[in-house]
């Protein structure tokens, strides 16, 4: 069975965002809600329409894809689910109203029709108890994380009666058309995800109540330094909503075993309670643990629920856990170091203690806290970086009760890289971590390589012959050290004659662009000559990987920005994930492109433009002054971005894997060999400076984006 028409009955924050990326994947949709009284009785629907078509936070890829998108509600349009492949509820967190739903459209649905819940709580079993067998052969659950465009997590659960071949098609849709990392879980209270990212979660504000922290020393510790989002926790609260967080918490109290360690961190905190009587519910509502109130970042004193201005902490042991790892907080001195491993102690006793009750290995536990709640490694591959004796030891200490998982572990690890990546069973012994097939995680793969050359930048692999270059500063940063491995690794595969290179990471993102602080070093040392070797040798780099012999693919997820984006615009070919975000942002600081970017921009607006090249340079001037962005690789190419040979995937575990293909099968390839044009001459460049002295006389353009676009114009003109 194929599924190509999708309805979603629910069209708030979740419902919505699973029609958009339903839509995304090019499918029709039917996204319906209860009517609404007034004149628009499809309001409710057309309201969570709306906000995923919402450009500052596109739950979309594009117009098309919003156009797939039909809206109704469940009065007048139930009988069009008649037609449907796959109906996914979304509906609230409440059983009666499911049940009474599911009997409705079990009376509508065709036979064949996947029906699904996006509940994060309720088991299946309670869920379809009143159902009738052949609709529970096709029920399961698919739990989407929010933002369900771009959270990767997916957990799929099958009930004890749900045909196998229902959830493999539910499994190779959600992978391949949703571009999700599916987790199959089984039918336990709050399956993986948020199991322990919420334990994880209100162990962290619990403590910082109990010790006494502001939430600015919390989210310092439990967050960048132990691999974790820089939000943290009170941070996190305030992102999710106060208001929502708390019941899920409180839902999980509800469903949890009564001897399950999140009872003890499940409560209620009286402070919190006032701050959502008194609408301090998180950003949603402007304030929360955070602020900003006149131009000023302000953070709520614990004690006295009053706030007071943020500070700028500067915690040394939180930067050197960031940059050399987890060991270096949790064996700090003081408050900070009894704060980090009271939370983590617990979280990773936690983890351990739900296994063989979740799964029989560590995998689907990191791939969850990875995928659904962006943390670096998960709880398992933690404890191998601390090791497990480390941590068993120091928790007999405590005279903590070791589990049995854990236990086996003693004098080894949960993860074996020798030779291919295994993970320990639980019983005893490893086996090989098996992804679907096509899906080739980079992080997975580096974990039994050896760099061939690294710095604290970068590093470049031998994968199979081909050179694979890894940005890894803070936010993949660019500077000198960069450059100078994706150079090493450019003369090499010349050299070795090796299959060819590709540009990846498994990050968040693939480069924020070129670290600004080295940069702003050279101005303030008045080193004009350094600065000079520095923009030169970055030029002539991205230049080599465009007049490179061999295949040089750039496959690009997140965030793509200025110089990062200079590396990906002289890539062959780019392959990049459905959620790129790139552009040239350096006006946005007052500087120009300074990579090959400006000449990139123009040649490709002449491509677009059939060869006209005064067309061209004014859109070249527009991108280029404005810092345009595209949210998304169907509006990097709108914007002349990504050229027609370029293409993305949906899922990003299969990134690597296409990127590689295409060096197998370089036909797509595409050389930068141009013909030499008349560019756009005096008259143009005049005609840019007049419209950028005129909007700063209208007070559009500061004195200095007048220079800074004077320089743009000459360039491309």
Request: charged share 25%; proline share 4%; net charge negative.
């Given at each position: 069975?194929?599924?190509?028409?999708?309805?979603?009955?629910?069209?708030?924050?979740?419902?919505?965002?699973?029609?958009?990326?339903?839509?995304?994947?090019?499918?029709?949709?039917?996204?319906?809600?209860?009517?609404?009284?007034?004149?628009?009785?499809?309001?409710?629907?057309?309201?969570?329409?709306?906000?995923?078509?919402?450009?500052?936070?596109?739950?979309?890829?594009?117009?098309?894809?919003?156009?797939?998108?039909?809206?109704?509600?469940?009065?007048?349009?139930?009988?069009?689910?008649?037609?449907?492949?796959?109906?996914?509820?979304?509906?609230?967190?409440?059983?009666?109203?499911?049940?009474?739903?599911?009997?409705?459209?079990?009376?509508?649905?065709?036979?064949?029709?996947?029906?699904?819940?996006?509940?994060?709580?309720?088991?299946?079993?309670?869920?379809?108890?009143?159902?009738?067998?052949?609709?529970?052969?096709?029920?399961?659950?698919?739990?989407?994380?929010?933002?369900?465009?771009?959270?990767?997590?997916?957990?799929?659960?099958?009930?004890?009666?749900?045909?196998?071949?229902?959830?493999?098609?539910?499994?190779?849709?959600?992978?391949?058309?949703?571009?999700?990392?599916?987790?199959?879980?089984?039918?336990?209270?709050?399956?993986?995800?948020?199991?322990?990212?919420?334990?994880?979660?209100?162990?962290?504000?619990h403590t910082a109540f109990e010790m006494g922290l502001s939430p600015q020393e919390a989210d310092a510790?439990?967050?960048?330094?132990?691999?974790?989002?820089?939000?943290?926790?009170?941070?996190?609260?305030?992102?999710?909503?106060?208001?929502?967080?708390?019941?899920?918490?409180?839902?999980?109290?509800?469903?949890?075993?009564?001897?399950?360690?999140?009872?003890?961190?499940?409560?209620?905190?009286?402070?919190?309670?006032?701050?959502?009587?008194?609408?301090?519910?998180?950003?949603?509502?402007?304030?929360?643990?955070?602020?900003?109130?006149?131009?000023?970042?302000?953070?709520?004193?614990?004690?006295?629920?009053?706030?007071?201005?943020?500070?700028?902490?500067?915690?040394?042991?939180?930067?050197?856990?960031?940059?050399?790892?987890?060991?270096?907080?949790?064996?700090?001195?003081?408050?900070?170091?009894?704060?980090?491993?009271?939370?983590?102690?617990?979280?990773?006793?936690?983890?351990?203690?739900?296994?063989?009750?979740?799964?029989?290995?560590?995998?689907?536990?990191?791939?969850?806290?990875?995928?659904?709640?962006?943390?670096?490694?998960?709880?398992?591959?933690?404890?191998?970086?601390?090791?497990?004796?480390?941590?068993?030891?120091?928790?007999?200490?405590?005279?903590?009760?070791?589990?049995?998982?854990?236990?086996?572990?003693?004098?080894?690890?949960?993860?074996?890289?020798?030779?291919?990546?295994?993970?320990?069973?639980?019983?005893?012994?490893?086996?090989?971590?098996?992804?679907?097939?096509?899906?080739?995680?980079?992080?997975?793969?580096?974990?039994?390589?050896?760099?061939?050359?690294?710095?604290?930048?970068?590093?470049?692999?031998?994968?199979?012959?081909?050179?694979?270059?890894?940005?890894?500063?803070?936010?993949?940063?660019?500077?000198?050290?960069?450059?100078?491995?994706?150079?090493?690794?450019?003369?090499?595969?010349?050299?070795?004659?090796?299959?060819?290179?590709?540009?990846?990471?498994?990050?968040?993102?693939?480069?924020?662009?070129?670290?600004?602080?080295?940069?702003?070093?050279?101005?303030?040392?008045?080193?004009?000559?350094?600065?000079?070797?520095?923009?030169?040798?970055?030029?002539?780099?991205?230049?080599?990987?465009?007049?490179?012999?061999?295949?040089?693919?750039?496959?690009?997820?997140?965030?793509?920005?200025?110089?990062?984006?200079?590396?990906?615009?002289?890539?062959?070919?780019?392959?990049?994930?459905?959620?790129?975000?790139?552009?040239?942002?350096?006006?946005?600081?007052?500087?120009?492109?300074?990579?090959?970017?400006?000449?990139?921009?123009?040649?490709?607006?002449?491509?677009?433009?059939?060869?006209?090249?005064?067309?061209?340079?004014?859109?070249?001037?527009?991108?280029?002054?404005?810092?345009?962005?595209?949210?998304?690789?169907?509006?990097?190419?709108?914007?002349?971005?990504?050229?027609?040979?370029?293409?993305?995937?949906?899922?990003?575990?299969?990134?690597?894997?296409?990127?590689?293909?295409?060096?197998?099968?370089?036909?797509?390839?595409?050389?930068?060999?141009?013909?030499?044009?008349?560019?756009?001459?005096?008259?143009?460049?005049?005609?840019?400076?007049?419209?950028?002295?005129?909007?700063?006389?209208?007070?559009?353009?500061?004195?200095?984006?007048?220079?800074?676009?004077?320089?743009?114009?000459?360039?491309?003109?």
């Amino acid at each position: 069975m194929k599924i190509k028409k999708v309805a979603v009955i629910g069209a708030g924050t979740m419902g919505a965002g699973i029609a958009g990326q339903a839509a995304n994947a090019g499918c029709d949709v039917l996204l319906l809600d209860l009517p609404s009284d007034g004149q628009d009785v499809n309001a409710l629907a057309q309201k969570g329409l709306d906000r995923i078509s919402n450009p500052a936070d596109p739950g979309i890829i594009s117009a098309a894809a919003g156009a797939r998108i039909t809206v109704g509600n469940i009065r007048d349009d139930f009988n069009k689910l008649a037609d449907c492949d796959w109906i996914a509820e979304a509906i609230l967190e409440r059983l009666d109203l499911k049940k009474n739903l599911y009997k409705k459209l079990d009376a509508v649905c065709k036979s064949d029709a996947i029906i699904s819940s996006n509940t994060s709580t309720i088991p299946i079993k309670l869920l379809v108890e009143d159902m009738p067998l052949a609709f529970r052969k096709r029920f399961a659950i698919t739990h989407f994380f929010n933002p369900v465009r771009f959270m990767p997590l997916l957990e799929l659960v099958a009930g004890e009666d749900t045909d196998p071949a229902v959830m493999a098609v539910l499994h190779e849709f959600c992978d391949k058309e949703l571009g999700k990392g599916v987790v199959p879980c089984r039918d336990t209270p709050g399956f993986l995800g948020n199991r322990v990212g919420c334990y994880a979660i209100q162990t962290a504000l619990h403590t910082a109540f109990e010790m006494g922290l502001s939430p600015q020393e919390a989210d310092a510790i439990f967050g960048r330094p132990m691999g974790i989002p820089k939000t943290g926790v009170f941070g996190l609260y305030d992102l999710i909503g106060i208001d929502l967080m708390s019941d899920v918490a409180t839902s999980l109290v509800s469903i949890l075993p009564d001897g399950d360690a999140f009872h003890a961190v499940g409560a209620k905190l009286p402070l919190m309670e006032n701050m959502i009587a008194n609408g301090q519910r998180g950003r949603k509502s402007g304030a929360g643990f955070y602020r900003i109130k006149d131009g000023e970042k302000q953070v709520i004193n614990l004690e006295t629920g009053t706030y007071e201005p943020a500070k700028n902490l500067n915690i040394p042991v939180a930067n050197k856990a960031e940059k050399e790892g987890i060991i270096h907080v949790l064996e700090a001195d003081g408050h900070y170091g009894d704060y980090a491993w009271s939370v983590m102690s617990r979280v990773l006793l936690y983890a351990a203690s739900l296994v063989p009750e979740v799964g029989d290995n560590p995998v689907a536990v990191d791939d969850a806290m990875k995928m659904g709640y962006n943390w670096i490694k998960g709880p398992f591959e933690l404890i191998d970086e601390i090791t497990p004796d480390y941590l068993i030891g120091r928790l007999e200490s405590e005279l903590c009760v070791i589990p049995d998982y854990l236990k086996q572990a003693a004098g080894s690890s949960f993860y074996d890289t020798e030779s291919s990546l295994k993970a320990r069973e639980y019983g005893g012994g490893f086996a090989d971590v098996v992804r679907p097939d096509g899906t080739l995680r980079f992080n997975d793969r580096r974990k039994t390589l050896t760099p061939v050359n690294a710095n604290s930048e970068a590093s470049w692999y031998n994968v199979d012959d081909v050179a694979l270059v890894e940005f890894h500063s803070k936010a993949n940063a660019l500077g000198a050290g960069s450059m100078s491995i994706l150079e090493d690794a450019l003369e090499t595969v010349a050299s070795k004659k090796m299959r060819g290179l590709v540009v990846h990471n498994d990050a968040q993102h693939f480069s924020c662009g070129v670290n600004l602080n080295a940069v702003r070093a050279f101005f303030e040392a008045e080193d004009w000559d350094g600065l000079d070797a520095f923009l030169n040798h970055f030029q002539q780099t991205c230049h080599k990987m465009a007049v490179a012999e061999f295949p040089v693919i750039a496959a690009p997820v997140g965030l793509s920005l200025g110089g990062g984006f200079e590396v990906v615009l002289h890539a062959k070919q780019v392959i990049c994930h459905a959620n790129s975000n790139m552009g040239l942002v350096e006006s946005g600081v007052g500087v120009i492109p300074a990579g090959g970017g400006c000449k990139e921009t123009l040649y490709r607006w002449i491509d677009k433009k059939n060869g006209d090249v005064t067309a061209a340079a004014w859109e070249a001037f527009y991108a280029l002054g404005y810092g345009k962005t595209a949210s998304s690789p169907v509006h990097a190419r709108d914007l002349a971005m990504l050229r027609d040979n370029d293409r993305y995937v949906n899922n990003r575990d299969r990134l690597f894997s296409e990127a590689m293909a295409a060096i197998a099968d370089p036909t797509e390839q595409r050389d930068f060999s141009r013909d030499p044009i008349a560019m756009a001459g005096r008259d143009e460049f005049a005609k840019m400076v007049k419209w950028a002295e005129d909007m700063h006389a209208k007070g559009k353009l500061f004195a200095h984006d007048v220079f800074v676009s004077t320089e743009i114009a000459r360039i491309v003109t």
